[in-house]
């Protein structure tokens, strides 16, 4: 059985089903099934007005986010797949935050759901630091499915670790 990087944490009936569906070339299928097409929004303004109606539905008190983009960098660098930061600057006697939040390149060409899932979870960072039980809380009540949507993802990243061939490319 091949080395399955992405789901490491999960069980080892799970990861040879998993294993199984990549032995016979169905792996993309199951995901295309499931996922029949990429989301519309491809610019980092079209980008940054949906993630903004998500913080203005679920985190109206939070801090406000001054910027959302796409960065082609993102998982190469760091491997991750999307990155919350806070910039402090002075500002009179005050300490100032601005909220940046960027999203792998690699969802814009993804399917709706594997978008919010990133854009949920980078939103949980404004109120929950680590990735601790209050963490993941706040981000199944903004998304419900979002543990079976992290499952789909890495199923999709194994995909392209594997055949090199995006699912949903425009």
């Not at 294993?19 to 990429?38: C, F, H, T």
């Not at 960027?102 to 990735?131: Q, S, Y």
């Not at 992290?150 to 999709?156: I, S």
């Amino acid at each position: 059985m091949q080395t399955l990087k992405y789901l490491t944490a999960y069980p080892e009936p799970l990861r040879a089903q998993v294993s199984q569906l990549i032995g016979q070339n169905k792996l993309g299928d199951v995901l295309l099934q499931r996922y029949p097409e990429a989301h519309g929004i491809r610019t980092d303004k079209a980008l940054y007005a949906y993630v903004q109606e998500l913080k203005d539905t679920y985190l109206r008190q939070a801090d406000p986010v001054s910027k959302v983009a796409y960065d082609s960098k993102i998982q190469v660098i760091q491997h991750a797949l999307g990155l919350h930061t806070a910039i402090s600057r002075v500002q009179g006697s005050r300490l100032k935050a601005k909220h940046e939040i960027r999203i792998g390149a690699v969802f814009r060409d993804a399917p709706l759901p594997f978008l919010r899932m990133i854009a949920v979870h980078e939103l949980a960072h404004l109120k929950e630091k680590e990735h601790d039980k209050a963490f993941y809380k706040l981000c199944c009540w903004m998304e419900p499915a979002y543990h079976q949507l992290e499952f789909d993802l890495r199923l999709y990243l194994t995909w392209l670790d594997l055949s090199g061939e995006r699912l949903w490319a425009a």
